[in-house]
């Protein structure tokens, strides 16, 4: 599947699914999931906790509380205990592209999972949702965008993005 890589915040994107890149037991006060609660409108919290308790891989769907979208997917890219690791980070991105396309969502923004407060390396991380991306093959999903928040990252992302298409067209 194709897809595209903008800068900035989950919560300036627009889409008909944003998604959050939460811990299992997350309170959702720093990274990503600090800036939705910040931004969103609501009792988004109260919504998250009614799906407790979840694991790594896990998706919980809410309300976007204000945010530019129809959903807002959180997406749980630890492990039950300790920091992101591959096959989570794996798992948390192919279950957010299950449940957006079986939501009938057209568009997806998503950051690079488990790779703020999960402790996972940027580039590594950007390059195994990029792998996961590619190889989906949606119904309704046709555009999916990953975001970067800085300059450096978003470089970073461009870079990843283009060996996985290279490496993946030449397969």
């Known amino acids: 599947m194709q897809f595209a890589l903008d800068q900035g915040t989950i919560t ?3 889409a008909h699914a944003l998604v959050n890149s939460m811990s299992p037991n997350s309170s959702m006060d720093c990274g990503v999931s600090g800036a939705i609660c910040e931004q969103a409108r609501g009792p988004i919290m109260d919504e998250i ?7 790594g891989g896990d998706v919980i769907v809410t309300d976007p509380h204000g945010l530019n979208a129809i959903y807002l997917l959180h997406a749980i890219s630890s492990p039950d205990e300790g920091n992101a ?3 989570s980070i794996r798992n948390a991105t192919q279950t957010v592209l299950e449940q957006a ?4 969502c057209r568009s997806l923004v998503l950051p690079v999972l488990g790779c703020g407060g999960g402790g996972y ?5 950007a390059r195994l949702i990029c792998e996961e991306i590619w190889a989906f093959k949606p119904t ?6 990953i975001i970067g928040h800085t300059e450096p990252q978003l470089e970073q992302l461009r870079t990843v993005a283009y060996e996985v298409r290279t490496t993946s067209q030449a397969e």
């Open 12 to 14: 300036e994107a627009t």
């Open 49 to 55: 906790n009614q799906h407790r308790p979840v694991s």
């Open 85 to 87: 690791a591959e096959q």
């Open 101 to 104: 396309d079986a939501l009938d």
């Open 121 to 125: 390396e940027f580039e590594a991380g």
């Open 140 to 145: 309704s999903l046709a555009d999916v965008r």
